[in-house]
């Protein structure tokens, strides 16, 4: 199966959502990447509960959302009411991740693991079989727009051995400072999943942006 695009709705224009919801309807994009951020477990204040519902009375793709939240598992249900597909809490956050992740599946969620730029992947050995994603951070949580981390490459392979070797199912996503430079090298390192905020919405033509990433595997380096 090809790999996936998930645009950060972190980099739209929030005075035009509407718009960018419908663009990113109308682009080659598979997911929708929503970012929640609190202020205590990340230094920044994105959008929550009211806004994910908004922007899914517009959306015709599925909703991954990305919390950056402390106790995340405080709002499980919250989030699936606003329409989350996929909600992936912070490996960092969860001091319970295991019952965690079961109570997202029980909910009818795909549950998803994040994990910081220094967190090693190893950690997640024994929780591998229960998730149904991996997002590696490239970036420390918290900002668009920042440097991708170089060192996650070799983090992804690791990764991508660990559920090989298990049987595992678990899709990994990159999200953080990720572009037409460095996706290729993450698809052949074995991420499925493309985060891209800043890179999509900065761009002079974001649908083209959107269609350049989906297409990355085929352009000869
Ligand atoms: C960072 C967020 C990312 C962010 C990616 O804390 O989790 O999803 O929106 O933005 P770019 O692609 O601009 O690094
Ligand atoms: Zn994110």
């Given at each position: 199966?090809?790999?996936?695009?998930?645009?950060?709705?972190?980099?739209s224009d929030f005075a035009n959502l509407e718009r960018d919801v419908k663009m990113v309807n109308e682009s080659e994009a598979d997911w929708f990447h929503l970012d929640v951020m609190d202020g205590v477990f990340v230094p920044n204040i994105s959008f929550g509960i009211p806004v994910i519902s908004a922007m899914k009375r517009h959306a015709e793709k599925p909703f991954d959302v990305h919390l950056m939240i402390v106790q995340p598992e405080r709002y499980i249900k919250e989030f699936k009411n606003?329409?989350?597909?996929?909600?992936t809490v912070h490996y960092e956050a969860s001091t319970h991740l295991h019952r965690t992740i079961q109570a997202i599946k029980s909910e009818g969620m795909q549950a998803g693991v994040a994990?910081?730029?220094?967190?090693?992947?190893?950690?997640?050995?024994?929780?591998i079989e229960d998730v149904d994603l991996v997002c590696v951070m490239s970036v420390n949580p918290g900002f668009g727009g920042q440097k991708f981390i170089e060192k996650t490459y070799s983090k992804v392979e690791k990764l991508h051995?660990?559920?090989?070797s298990r049987n595992?199912?678990?899709k990994i996503e990159v999200d953080g400072g990720v572009t037409t430079e460095n996706a290729k090298k993450l698809l052949d390192c074995g991420a499925e999943v493309l985060v891209a905020g800043s890179f999509v919405f900065s761009a002079d033509n974001p649908p083209q942006t959107?269609?350049?990433?989906?297409n990355c595997h085929l352009v000869s380096a």
């Open positions: 199966m090809s790999h996936l695009v998930a645009p950060s709705m972190l980099a606003a329409g989350a597909d996929i909600l994990i910081n730029p220094h967190t090693p992947v190893g950690v997640l050995d024994d929780i051995n660990i559920i090989e595992a199912s678990a959107v269609s350049d990433l989906k």
